[in-house]
């Protein structure tokens, strides 16, 4: 399938290093999202965007700093990261909030993912 | 307590069995309700919607316990490829956010 595309699947950096992470959707959703998928824990959402505006940072930490040029595409950049920090970084899209009706939330598809190795 | 539990297993199950899986949310205001599965490094894949007057899909039957806030799944005649984590997964609240919280996951291996 690849309604959902990420790049790169595999990223090794240093702590030091700048990185950006890549998501595209080809679905025709409005809405994106990052989250964090570390061993032995169950995914943690980072950020929403509906119509390219951010709508939701779940407290993360500034070394993470999405961008959502349009609807299609989903960038998270990385600079100074931690060890604590490598992780499954998966996006995922949807229809945006609303056309789903009747305050339900609408099936999140989700990409690849990108496993992070911070060194 | 977690938004979402679940057992994380793993269940040890033959080829045929049937399997059920629980799953608890602690927000009595939550309204979508989803069980996704993920493969061994893969991304999670949904694998049925959950509603209150339950659902079914082949082997694959979902149920909603509101008053208990309770969601179970039930695999019957296990096949091999049904090994996989099952994730449960709520959204957070009324409001329309697009949060979901996804459970730990349940781990199932089917064998021969």
């Known amino acids: 399938e690849t309604g959902v595309t990420q790049t790169p699947r595999h990223l090794v950096m240093g702590m030091t290093n700048k990185k950006s992470l890549k998501c595209e959707q080809h679905?025709?959703?409005?809405?994106m999202y990052w989250y964090k998928q570390s061993a032995k824990k169950p995914l943690e959402l980072m950020f929403v965007?509906?119509?390219?505006?951010?709508?939701e940072n779940n407290s993360v930490p500034s070394r993470f700093s999405p961008e959502c040029p349009n609807s299609s595409h989903l960038f998270l950049h990385l600079h100074t990261l931690q060890p604590e920090d490598s992780a499954l970084y998966l996006c995922?899209?949807?229809?945006?909030?609303?056309?789903?009706?009747?305050?339900?939330?609408?099936?999140?598809?989700f990409g690849p993912g990108t496993r992070l190795t911070v060194l | 307590r977690k938004e979402v539990e679940q057992d994380p297993g793993p269940f040890n199950v033959p080829e045929g069995a049937t399997v059920a899986f629980n799953c608890t949310y602690s927000?009595?205001?939550?309204?979508?309700f989803f069980w996704y599965r993920q493969d061994c490094r893969k991304e999670p894949k949904l694998l049925m919607s959950?509603?209150?007057s339950g659902n079914e899909d082949g082997r694959f039957t979902a149920q909603l316990n509101r008053a208990s806030q309770y969601i179970s799944l039930l695999i019957r005649d296990s096949k091999l490829s049904d090994s996989a984590t099952y994730l449960c997964?709520?959204?957070?609240?009324?409001?329309?956010?697009?949060?979901?919280?996804f459970g730990q996951g349940t781990t199932l291996q089917v064998k021969p």
């Open positions: 997964v709520v959204n957070q609240g009324s409001s329309n956010t697009g949060k979901l919280i």
């Open positions: 995922a899209s949807s229809q945006p909030m609303g056309l789903a009706g009747g305050g339900s939330t609408d099936t999140q598809y």
């Open positions: 959950v509603y209150s």
């Open positions: 679905l025709g959703h409005n809405a």
């Open positions: 927000n009595s205001a939550s309204q979508s």
């Open positions: 965007y509906n119509f390219k505006e951010q709508t």
